[in-house]
Structures are given as structure tokens and as C-alpha cells.
């Protein structure tokens, strides 16, 4: 196995960061719209009280700012493989900036997440164990920019995503080039 990407592969880290905030992304969107469809005293997802949810949301979220620096960090440091030879030029004109946003766009979450909650003084109880200290002072004009961009931002990732998985699946299922072998683990 390799664990660097070469010219011609992805390696064993980039998947593991590609698919393990994948899967962080849809632990946030799945828990979010529970927590957000349901009233203080009711369940979902199995019996899970709302605050739960809510506690178990911002802890992922903050443990996922930490996964986004790394993977970062680890993209910036790391050559890409060369492009597949079937995407066209203007398809690597629009990988080009899906990605940027993408990137951008991971960052903004976690950190306008923190923000709103810090702000407007909800605070964070990590994984409903310890209550964070709060380093920001309260402001309901900051929690509310800060709530309004965690929203947006939500709306404007599940676009771009629909462009990036249709992009995949087109060259995986109408040009079978294997476009998606790419980035799949143990391939
Ligand atoms: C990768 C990180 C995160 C993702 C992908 C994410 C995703 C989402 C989504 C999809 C929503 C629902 C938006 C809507 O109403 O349409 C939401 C709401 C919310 N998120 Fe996050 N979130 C993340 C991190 C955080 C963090 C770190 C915190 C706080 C520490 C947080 C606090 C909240 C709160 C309080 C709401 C409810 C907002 C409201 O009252 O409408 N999130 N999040
Ligand atoms: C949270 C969801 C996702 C995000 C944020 C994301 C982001 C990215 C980014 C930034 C890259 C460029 C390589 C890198 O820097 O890691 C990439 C590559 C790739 N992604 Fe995703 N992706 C997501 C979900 C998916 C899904 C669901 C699929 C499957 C359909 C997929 C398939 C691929 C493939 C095949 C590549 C490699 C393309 C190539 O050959 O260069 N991604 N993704």
C-alpha cells in the first residue's frame, strides 16, 4: 500500500481523509436536521434527546475542524496525481474551483459553527461531558452573522458536492472510465 499519492494515484492518506470527512459531513447533516425537527423534550435517531443531539453535533463539528486542518495540511504538502486523461479541460476548470470552495467551505463550518453557539452564549458541553470555556465575549449581531453564514454554508456545500458526485458518476457510469476507482480504498 502506498501512503503517498504518486503521479498516476491517490495514496493510502488522502483517501482516508477524503472518505473520513465524508462520513463526518453526513454524521453532521443527518444529526442536524434531527436536532433541528425536533422540540426540547422529544427524541430521534434511535432515542436520542434533543440536547444530546446538539452536544453531540458541536463535538463532532470542533473534532472535525481539527481533521480539516490536517487534511489540509497534508493536501498542501503532498503532490496530486496528474489529471485522469478523460476529463476534458473544462471539466478541470470546474474540479479546479469546486475544490477551492470545497476547502473553503470546510473551514467555514466548524469555525461559523463555534462562533454562533460561543456568541450567543450556548456554549459547548463536549460530548455532554465538559463545558468549554467560552473566550468570546457575547454578541447577538456576531451569533446571528455567524448563524446565518453555518446555514448558508450548509446549503451552498450540498450544490457543490451534487456537482463533484455527478461529475464522478457521469465518468463512472456513462464513460466508464473508472473515474471513481481513483479514490476508493484497498483499489
Ligand atoms: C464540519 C462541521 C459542521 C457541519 C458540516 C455542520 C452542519 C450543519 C448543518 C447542515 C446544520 C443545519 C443548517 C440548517 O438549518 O439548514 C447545522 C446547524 C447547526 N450547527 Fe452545525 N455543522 C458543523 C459544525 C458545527 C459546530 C462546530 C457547531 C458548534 C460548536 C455547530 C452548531 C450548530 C448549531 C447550533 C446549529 C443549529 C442552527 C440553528 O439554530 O438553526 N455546528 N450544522
Ligand atoms: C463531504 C463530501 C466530499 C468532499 C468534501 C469531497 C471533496 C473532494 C476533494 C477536495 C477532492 C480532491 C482530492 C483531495 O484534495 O482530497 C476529491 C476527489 C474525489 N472525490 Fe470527493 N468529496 C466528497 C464526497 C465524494 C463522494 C460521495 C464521492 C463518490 C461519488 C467522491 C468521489 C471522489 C473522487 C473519485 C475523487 C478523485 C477525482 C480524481 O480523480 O482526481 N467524493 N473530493
Redesign the pocket.
Same mark, same amino acid.
Given at each position: 500500500m502506498r501512503w503517498k499519492n504518486t503521479s498516476t494515484h491517490y495514496g493510502a492518506v488522502t483517501k482516508m481523509f477524503h472518505w473520513l470527512v465524508f462520513l #463526518?459531513?453526513a454524521n453532521?447533516?443527518i444529526v442536524?436536521?434531527a436536532?433541528?425537527g425536533i422540540e426540547q423534550h422529544e427524541t430521534a435517531l434511535g432515542g436520542f434527546r434533543q440536547g444530546t443531539l446538539?452536544n453531540w453535533?458541536?463535538?463532532? %463539528?470542533?473534532i472535525?475542524?481539527l481533521v #480539516?486542518l490536517f487534511r489540509y495540511t497534508w493536501r498542501k504538502t503532498t503532490r496530486l496525481p496528474n489529471w485522469a486523461e478523460t476529463l476534458t479541460r473544462t471539466e478541470r476548470r470546474i474540479i479546479h474551483w469546486y475544490e477551492r470552495i470545497l476547502y473553503i467551505a470546510?473551514f467555514i463550518?466548524?469555525?461559523? %459553527?463555534?462562533l454562533? $453557539?460561543?456568541a450567543g452564549n450556548?456554549g $459547548?458541553h463536549f460530548f455532554s461531558r465538559v463545558h468549554l470555556p467560552n473566550p468570546i465575549p457575547q454578541s447577538e449581531i456576531l451569533a446571528a452573522l455567524a448563524?446565518w453564514t453555518? #446555514?448558508g454554508t450548509?446549503?451552498l456545500?450540498l450544490i457543490v458536492l451534487a456537482v463533484h458526485v455527478g461529475l464522478v458518476l457521469k465518468h463512472q457510469l456513462i464513460q466508464r472510465d473508472g473515474l471513481l476507482r481513483r479514490m476508493l480504498p484497498f483499489v
Open positions: #463526518i459531513f453532521q447533516y442536524a436536521f436536532m433541528l446538539y453535533h458541536k463535538s463532532i %463539528g470542533l472535525a475542524l #480539516i470546510m463550518m466548524p469555525i461559523s %459553527g463555534y454562533y $453557539v460561543m450556548y $459547548v448563524r453555518h #446555514i450548509a446549503w456545500i
